[in-house]
Each structure stands twice: as structure tokens, then as C-alpha cells.
């Protein structure tokens, strides 16, 4: 409690000396709450994550080529035939049908079937009942042949949903930095007005002296009126920054809502301002991580993987087609139905063929253009992958530099704020004993500002630039201790 009262009391403060939140409520958020409202509230987050669900589907849909598929039919025919001399020849039949295909994965074919056939009328025939049962299958021997090639759509599709996992993962680090960006730029917003609150009420306080001095006879009008112009250019100043506060809010607003409107007439109020602390910085054990976890290159490396794929089946469509194709049945045939069924449950009338098919396509343009175009397809992605991976070796190299300059700036703007502050007082000092004007000391106050404008600055640029570093290597959500959990 006593942490957050000393975190909360300079902006409360910040409210007694601007107005800043006067007629709005003022909405006190922790970093951590941001990041939890842009997961659950974010309307790209909430789009991308129905993706990986879409793909799971198409690995489903994909793994539907070896579902069998069940057939039935039933046909009943009448006929009536005409005859010289005798009467009309009449005759019916009922035929029922049953099948069974489907695939296995090394790319055969399988077709299970039975068909009866029912006679009567005034046709005389010997058999009443006939009909036959069997299987055939055809396995492919060359194209077609083996699981790497038939279950090809599946690891595209599994493929697929690695990536959009990956992608996902991706748009959600890209939110958690930039609401964290946010949030540290509406602390720096924050901060500046209030510097430039204090620098004004500064120049309106030297205003107020030079006037009296005046009334006495120690200053001349021109004093009073440098101050007066002091109050009015800081005046703007901070209406400007004030500005910048609500711009920044609705930049953290719109991450974090569902609704802008949620939190219209609302001042949302940081609590958690960063604090400056050396961190040990390494860049190659940075870029090592970063190859490791990068979400996109981790996508660019499955959709690698993918490609080849698409490369070694149409690779195999190359080649022509030989098929083994055998079958094998039982006929059966009866004046009555017990007869004809226990004809064809017995081996006796069996039926059964083997052969080879051969197909050539000639010329096979078709195919070589597909092998082609994907093979180069493979070579571009590789290509692609090498220069993502030379971009995060320099994004890493990069957002270490900048935390190490960063750090350094912090240091050296806190002391141009310390020189700052020591220059004002000595000038002050010197105007109490008349050996300065009130031009020098407004100088050395829009000094003193602007040396503290950037030194917030720089406290922000580099909580900023952890930011980004953690972005580069890809562990912002371990960082925040964020883990995602994607539905099937």
C-alpha cells in the first residue's frame, strides 16, 4: 500500500496543479491489467485468434480422404415383351446393392460390394436368385505410392496451422509491446506536463516578484513585461501538452477496449512508472534466443517446411501411373433364397482377377509446370527466411544498442537536469542582488524544463527500448508471464 501511495502521490499532485482529470473520473492502471485488457479486448487479437481454429479444421477435412464411403441402391424393373404367338413375356426384377470404399494411406483403393438380383414372371429360367459378393483393390506402384505422398494435404494442413499459431503469437507480442509503448508514453506525457505546470508556475511567480519590484522602484516596466511574455509561451506550452495526454490516452484506450467508449470521460492514470535499472545485455546470446523464438521466423521456417512438401508431391506426380489391380468374389445362384445364399457362402463358385495398369501421360506438361513453379517457390521462401534471419540478427544488434544508449542518456540528462537546477538558483540569486535581468532568469528556467523534459525522456525512450528489445528476442510474453492457450 505505502509503494502505491508514493506512485500515485506525484499524480495526484500532478491533478491539484493542472486541473488535469478535474471533470472526469480518473481510472488508476496498473501495466499488467493494459496487457490483460488488450488480450481479452483487443478486436485483431480476438480476429487472428479464429484462425488456428480454422486450420484445425482443415487438418479434420484433410484427413477425411480416408473416410470409406458407403453406397446403397435398390432398383426394381418390370418389363413386358411383346411375342408372334405366344403371350406377352413378362418379367420383374428387384436388385439390391451394398459397397464399401474407400482409401489407405499408402494409396490404395478398396471397393467392397454385394449385388442380388430377384426374377419372376411368366419367364421360364432356371434361377430365381443370382447375385455376388467381393472386394477389389487397386494399389498404386510408382505414383501415388506410400504415405509421405497420400498424406501429403494432411501435413499441409498441419503445416498450416503452425503457422497461424505463429502468426497469432506474433500479432499478440506486436499488442503487448505496443501497449506497453503506450503506456510508457502516457507516463511521459504525464510527467512533461507536469514539468512544464511547475516551469509556469515558476514564471508566474518570478512575475509576481518583478511586479512588486517595480512598485518599488528596483525593476524597470521592461522586466515585467519579459515576464509576462514568459507566462504567456509557457502558458501554450503546457495547453500543447495537455493535449499530448489525451492523445497518448486514446492510443492506450483504443489498444486495450472493446469499446473506445468504455472509457470516454475517463483520465486513465499510470501507476506502475518504470524504474531505471542497469540490465546485463549480451547480443549474440540475444540473436541466439531471437532465432529460437521469433514467432515470425518460426512461421517463415514452417512455411518452409510447407513448401517442401508441395515440392515432393508434385515431384511424385512426375511419374506415370502402375497399378496393381486385383480382385476377388464369390457368384451364388438359387431357385430359392435359402439355396442361392447358402450357394454363396460357400468357396465353390469363386471369382478373382490380378493385372497391371499402366498409364504414360505424354508430354506431361501439367505436372512439370506444377513441380517447377513449386520448387521455386521453395527456393524463394529459403531465400526470404535467410534475409528475415539477417534482419533479426541487426533488429537484435540494434535494440541492445539502443537500451545500452539508452541508459547512457538517462545518466547524462539527469545531470544536465542537477546543472539546470544549480544554473536557475545562481541566477535567481544574482537577480535578488541586481546583477541579472529577468530575461537571464527566464532563460535559465526554459533551461531548466527543457533539461527536464529530457530527462523524462530518456527514462521513457529507455523503458521503451526494454520493450523493444524483449520484442526483437521474442520472449515479451515470458517476460510479462503471459501464456497462450489456443482451443482446438
Same mark, same amino acid.
Given at each position: 500500500?505505502?509503494?502505491?501511495?508514493?506512485?500515485?502521490?506525484?499524480?495526484?499532485?500532478?491533478?491539484?496543479?493542472?486541473?488535469?482529470?478535474?471533470?472526469?473520473?480518473? %481510472?488508476?492502471?496498473?501495466?499488467?491489467?493494459?496487457?490483460?485488457?488488450?488480450?481479452?479486448?483487443?478486436?485483431?487479437?480476438?480476429?487472428?485468434?479464429?484462425?488456428?481454429?480454422?486450420?484445425?479444421?482443415?487438418?479434420?477435412?484433410?484427413?477425411?480422404?480416408? *473416410?470409406?464411403?458407403?453406397?446403397?441402391?435398390?432398383?426394381?424393373?418390370?418389363?413386358?415383351?411383346?411375342?408372334?404367338?405366344?403371350?406377352?413375356?413378362?418379367?420383374?426384377?428387384?436388385?439390391?446393392?451394398?459397397?464399401?470404399?474407400? %482409401?489407405?494411406?499408402?494409396?490404395?483403393?478398396?471397393?467392397?460390394?454385394?449385388?442380388?438380383?430377384?426374377?419372376?414372371?411368366?419367364?421360364?429360367?432356371?434361377?430365381?436368385?443370382?447375385?455376388?459378393?467381393?472386394?477389389?483393390?487397386?494399389?498404386?506402384?510408382?505414383?501415388?505410392?506410400?504415405?509421405?505422398?497420400?498424406?501429403?494435404?494432411?501435413?499441409?494442413?498441419?503445416?498450416?496451422?503452425?503457422?497461424?499459431?505463429?502468426?497469432?503469437?506474433?500479432?499478440?507480442?506486436?499488442?503487448?509491446?505496443?501497449?506497453?509503448?503506450?503506456?510508457?508514453?502516457?507516463?511521459?506525457?504525464?510527467? *512533461?506536463?507536469?514539468?512544464?505546470?511547475?516551469?509556469?508556475?515558476?514564471?508566474?511567480?518570478?512575475?509576481?516578484?518583478?511586479?512588486?519590484?517595480?512598485? @518599488?522602484?528596483?525593476?524597470?516596466?521592461?522586466?515585467?513585461?519579459?515576464?509576462?511574455?514568459?507566462?504567456?509561451?509557457?502558458?501554450?506550452?503546457?495547453?500543447?501538452?495537455?493535449?499530448?495526454? %489525451?492523445?497518448?490516452?486514446? /492510443?492506450?484506450?483504443?489498444?486495450?477496449?472493446?469499446?473506445?467508449?468504455?472509457?470516454?470521460?475517463?483520465?486513465?492514470?499510470?501507476?506502475?512508472?518504470?524504474?531505471?535499472?542497469?540490465?546485463?545485455?549480451?547480443?549474440?546470446?540475444? /540473436?541466439? /534466443?531471437?532465432?529460437?523464438?521469433?514467432?515470425?521466423?518460426?512461421?517463415?521456417?514452417?512455411?518452409?517446411?510447407?513448401?517442401?512438401?508441395?515440392?515432393?508431391?508434385?515431384?511424385?506426380? !512426375?511419374?506415370?501411373?502402375?497399378?496393381?489391380?486385383?480382385?476377388?468374389?464369390?457368384?451364388?445362384?438359387?431357385?430359392?433364397?435359402?439355396?442361392?445364399?447358402?450357394?454363396?457362402?460357400?468357396?465353390?463358385?469363386?471369382?478373382?482377377?490380378?493385372?497391371?495398369?499402366?498409364?504414360?501421360?505424354?508430354?506431361?506438361?501439367?505436372?512439370?509446370?506444377?513441380?517447377?513453379?513449386?520448387?521455386? *517457390?521453395?527456393?524463394?521462401?529459403?531465400?526470404?527466411?535467410?534475409?528475415?534471419?539477417?534482419?533479426?540478427?541487426?533488429?537484435?544488434?540494434?535494440?541492445?544498442?539502443?537500451?545500452?544508449?539508452?541508459?547512457?542518456?538517462?545518466?547524462?540528462?539527469?545531470?544536465?537536469?542537477?546543472?539546470?537546477?544549480?544554473?536557475?538558483?545562481?541566477?535567481?540569486?544574482? !537577480?535578488?542582488?541586481?546583477?541579472?535581468?529577468?530575461?537571464? @532568469?527566464?532563460?535559465?528556467?526554459?533551461?531548466?524544463?527543457?533539461?527536464?523534459?529530457?530527462?523524462?525522456?530518456?527514462?521513457?525512450?529507455?523503458?521503451?527500448?526494454?520493450?523493444?528489445?524483449?520484442?526483437?528476442?521474442?520472449?515479451?510474453?515470458?517476460?510479462?508471464?503471459?501464456?497462450?492457450?489456443?482451443?482446438?
Amino acid at each position: 500500500m505505502n509503494k502505491f501511495l508514493c506512485i500515485l502521490a506525484p499524480a495526484i499532485l500532478l491533478v491539484e496543479l493542472t486541473g488535469y482529470g478535474e471533470t472526469n473520473q480518473l %481510472k488508476a492502471l496498473p501495466l499488467r491489467e493494459c496487457v490483460e485488457r488488450a488480450l481479452a479486448n483487443n478486436i485483431e487479437i480476438r480476429a487472428e485468434r479464429i484462425n488456428p481454429s480454422i486450420q484445425t479444421w482443415g487438418i479434420t477435412g484433410a484427413q477425411g480422404v480416408y *473416410d470409406p464411403v458407403l453406397t446403397g441402391a435398390l432398383r426394381y424393373q418390370d418389363s413386358t415383351t411383346p411375342q408372334d404367338s405366344l403371350p406377352y413375356q413378362t418379367q420383374q426384377t428387384l436388385q439390391p446393392s451394398l459397397g464399401l470404399a474407400g %482409401k489407405l494411406p499408402t494409396g490404395a483403393t478398396y471397393d467392397f460390394s454385394a449385388n442380388d438380383t430377384r426374377t419372376s414372371g411368366n419367364v421360364v429360367t432356371n434361377f430365381l436368385y443370382t447375385g455376388q459378393a467381393g472386394v477389389s483393390v487397386t494399389q498404386p506402384l510408382w505414383k501415388n505410392f506410400g504415405l509421405g505422398v497420400n498424406a501429403a494435404t494432411i501435413r499441409i494442413a498441419r503445416k498450416s496451422k503452425a503457422i497461424a499459431v505463429q502468426n497469432f503469437i506474433q500479432l499478440v507480442m506486436t499488442k503487448v509491446s505496443a501497449v506497453s509503448t503506450a503506456y510508457y508514453e502516457l507516463i511521459f506525457a504525464i510527467e *512533461d506536463h507536469k514539468a512544464k505546470v511547475e516551469d509556469l508556475n515558476q514564471a508566474k511567480q518570478l512575475l509576481a516578484e518583478d511586479q512588486r519590484r517595480v512598485q @518599488v522602484g528596483v525593476l524597470t516596466p521592461l522586466d515585467v513585461t519579459q515576464a509576462e511574455a514568459g507566462v504567456a509561451e509557457r502558458q501554450q506550452v503546457v495547453i500543447l501538452a495537455a493535449r499530448t495526454i %489525451k492523445d497518448n490516452e486514446n /492510443t492506450l484506450k483504443r489498444l486495450i477496449c472493446r469499446e473506445v467508449s468504455e472509457f470516454r470521460g475517463t483520465s486513465l492514470l499510470p501507476v506502475d512508472y518504470p524504474l531505471v535499472q542497469m540490465i546485463q545485455t549480451d547480443t549474440t546470446e540475444s /540473436t541466439r /534466443t531471437a532465432l529460437v523464438r521469433r514467432p515470425d521466423y518460426l512461421s517463415a521456417k514452417e512455411a518452409l517446411e510447407k513448401q517442401n512438401i508441395v515440392v515432393q508431391f508434385n515431384r511424385n506426380q !512426375l511419374w506415370p501411373e502402375i497399378d496393381l489391380q486385383g480382385s476377388y468374389g464369390l457368384n451364388g445362384r438359387g431357385r430359392s433364397f435359402s439355396s442361392y445364399t447358402a450357394n454363396q457362402t460357400t468357396d465353390d463358385s469363386p471369382v478373382w482377377s490380378v493385372g497391371i495398369a499402366v498409364s504414360i501421360p505424354i508430354g506431361n506438361r501439367q505436372a512439370r509446370s506444377n513441380y517447377h513453379v513449386a520448387r521455386l *517457390d521453395a527456393d524463394q521462401l529459403l531465400l526470404n527466411l535467410k534475409a528475415l534471419e539477417q534482419d533479426i540478427i541487426v533488429q537484435v544488434d540494434n535494440a541492445v544498442g539502443h537500451v545500452e544508449a539508452n541508459l547512457e542518456s538517462v545518466k547524462a540528462t539527469h545531470e544536465a537536469t542537477r546543472l539546470a537546477q544549480e544554473s536557475l538558483d545562481a541566477e535567481k540569486k544574482k !537577480l535578488l542582488a541586481g546583477t541579472s535581468t529577468t530575461f537571464l @532568469v527566464l532563460q535559465a528556467q526554459a533551461q531548466l524544463a527543457t533539461a527536464r523534459s529530457a530527462e523524462i525522456r530518456a527514462r521513457s525512450d529507455y523503458s521503451e527500448s526494454l520493450v523493444a528489445l524483449d520484442q526483437a528476442e521474442g520472449t515479451i510474453l515470458s517476460k510479462n508471464n503471459i501464456t497462450l492457450k489456443l482451443d482446438d
